[in-house]
Structures are given as C-alpha cells and as structure tokens.
C-alpha cells in the first residue's frame, strides 16, 4: 500500500507519493555522487562512458537525467569547471599554457583554446597577459571569484534540488 501526501498549492491540492520524494531524493544523491566525481577527476580524461558509470546508469539516460538536474550536458559542466580552474591556474603560476591545458584535462592545445574562449570569450594567453597587467589585488579577486563559482554553482544547485524535496513533502 502505497503512502499519500497532501500538498497545498494556492487554492489547490494534490496528492503526492511519498516513493516520489524517495525517488527525487535519490536522485539528488546520485547528482551530488556525480558532481563530486567531477570535481575530484576533472583533470583526467573523462568521457561520458566514465561519468555515468560513476552513478551506475547507461550513457543515453545519464546525460538525460544530468540535463534535467542541472539544465546542461556532462560535458558542459565538465568543461566549464575544467576551465574555471585553468583561469587560475594562469593567474596564479607562470606555468605555459600547454602546461595548464594539460594538467586540466585536455589533451588538444587547440581545443582547450577554443573551449576557453567559448567560455571566457578571450583566448588563455590574452586571459593571462590581463592578469599579469592587472594589479595584485585585483588578481586575487578574480581568482577568488573564479574558486568561489565552481563551489557554488555545486552548491546551489544541491540546494535549489533538495529545497524543492522538502517542499514537496510539506
């Protein structure tokens, strides 16, 4: 026999299955799981083979389920963190670009260029030339904001998914 709740939306009222809270709250560990994957191996070379098997799902669903939780592919939100942290890596080191593409995860100079200014609309060496203009402050808080992104972007959107779970069940 399966639980009911009634939720009050306004002037109208609906039944909801507590086996669909369980089901989206296991849905917010399995983002979650997958995001911590991300953020723990965004330097190696992953493929969506990887990414999805993190969370024990086929390829096909997975990048589905991600683009529903998060309103962008695997591979977007790949990218962009693997770009956050080159951002400061190039304001922060003299390392070449090579160097940095490399130990983020891409594997073609041109495609971690291309990829770059996608993202940040400059290239990565015009990126680094402005930071080594600027002044030292004003690079730690680009470099902070750049850190800062990546945590709460993860953040928010953990939130955001487990506010609508607990709103869901009131």
Known sequence: RQRQMCIETGNHYYLESVT????????????????????????????LQQLSASVSMSPKYFCRFFSE???QTPMDYLNHQRIEQACYQLSTTDDSITEIAYRNGF???S???RT???????????YKKASIEKEPEDSHRANLQSSIFIIT???VVLQYLICLLYTSDA
């Open 153 to 155: 972007f993860k953040t």
């Open 69 to 71: 939780m998060t309103h």
């Open 20 to 47: 669909r809270a369980r089901r989206d709250y296991k849905r917010i560990l399995q983002l979650k799981q997958v995001l911590d994957f991300i953020e723990h191996n965004y330097a190696s070379p992953l493929t």
């Open 107 to 109: 594997n073609d100079l």
């Open 111 to 113: 495609y971690f260029i």
């Open 116 to 126: 770059f200014k996608k993202y940040k609309g400059i290239t990565p060496g015009k």
